[in-house]
């Protein structure tokens, strides 16, 4: 994983690119879309990317767009890759979404939004099984990320798992409390018992 080097009050500090705004994420999992975008800013890539899926919920597709067109611009070929996904599911080019956010995963096999962004694509596709394996590598690799659980369990529903289902939305409820999605998974977790 790439590594940004900062100084803090004169010594450095090792911060993974994927969490070096971590409030960005919160926000984004409480559905605090505007300020998502707000506090991402054009920093890193993980907090550009989450900014773009924040525009997306918001349905400001243009807006998100030239995220991810400036997401693009990154020197990082898995970034580079994951945008141009984004821009192409964006577009409801479903097949090209999958095809380039595949290449993402093999160009940055250790970015957890490369296959975040792959799940979400093959999951618009209705390929359950590529949605599925593509969402539990970014869960592994990022075990916080609320939303990699959220459409994991949806995907394990389709695939009629259900146990494996139950404890996604179990993970989503205890990383997001606040997500606008809560009530809705709280009643689908009651009917799964």
């Given at each position: 994983?790439?590594l940004?080097?900062?100084?803090?009050?004169?010594?450095?500090?090792?911060?993974?690119?994927a969490?070096?705004?971590?409030?960005?994420?919160?926000?984004?999992?409480?559905?605090?879309?505007?300020q998502?975008?707000?506090?991402?800013?054009?920093?890193?890539?993980?907090s550009?990317?989450?900014a773009?899926?924040?525009?997306?919920?918001?349905?400001?597709?243009?807006?998100?767009?030239?995220?991810?067109?400036?997401?693009?611009?990154?020197d990082?070929?898995?970034?580079?890759?994951?945008?141009?996904?984004?821009?192409?599911?964006?577009?409801?080019?479903?097949?090209?979404a999958?095809?380039?956010?595949?290449?993402?995963?093999?160009?940055?096999?250790?970015?957890?939004?490369?296959?975040?962004?792959?799940?979400?694509?093959?999951s618009?596709a209705?390929?359950?099984?590529?949605?599925?394996a593509?969402?539990?590598?970014?869960i592994?690799?990022?075990?916080?990320?609320?939303?990699?659980?959220?459409?994991?369990?949806?995907?394990?529903?389709?695939?009629?798992?259900?146990p494996?289902?139950?404890?996604?939305?179990?993970?989503?409820?205890?990383?997001?409390?606040?997500?606008p999605?809560?009530q809705?998974?709280?009643?689908?977790?009651?009917s799964?018992?």
């Amino acid at each position: 994983m790439a590594l940004v080097v900062w100084s803090f009050h004169g010594a450095p500090a090792s911060v993974s690119a994927a969490e070096q705004k971590p409030e960005v994420q919160r926000l984004f999992q409480s559905g605090a879309y505007e300020q998502t975008v707000e506090a991402a800013g054009e920093g890193d890539p993980a907090s550009s990317y989450l900014a773009a899926q924040a525009l997306l919920k918001l349905e400001r597709t243009e807006q998100a767009v030239a995220v991810f067109t400036r997401l693009r611009g990154s020197d990082q070929p898995a970034w580079r890759l994951t945008a141009e996904s984004g821009q192409a599911l964006a577009a409801n080019d479903t097949g090209r979404a999958v095809e380039l956010a595949r290449r993402a995963t093999e160009a940055g096999a250790d970015n957890p939004f490369a296959f975040y962004q792959l799940g979400l694509a093959a999951s618009k596709a209705t390929d359950w099984g590529t949605a599925g394996a593509a969402l539990t590598k970014a869960i592994e690799l990022k075990p916080d990320l609320a939303y990699a659980h959220y459409y994991g369990a949806l995907v394990q529903q389709r695939l009629r798992q259900l146990p494996q289902a139950a404890q996604h939305f179990e993970a989503f409820l205890r990383l997001a409390p606040d997500a606008p999605e809560r009530q809705a998974v709280q009643a689908i977790m009651r009917s799964l018992k």
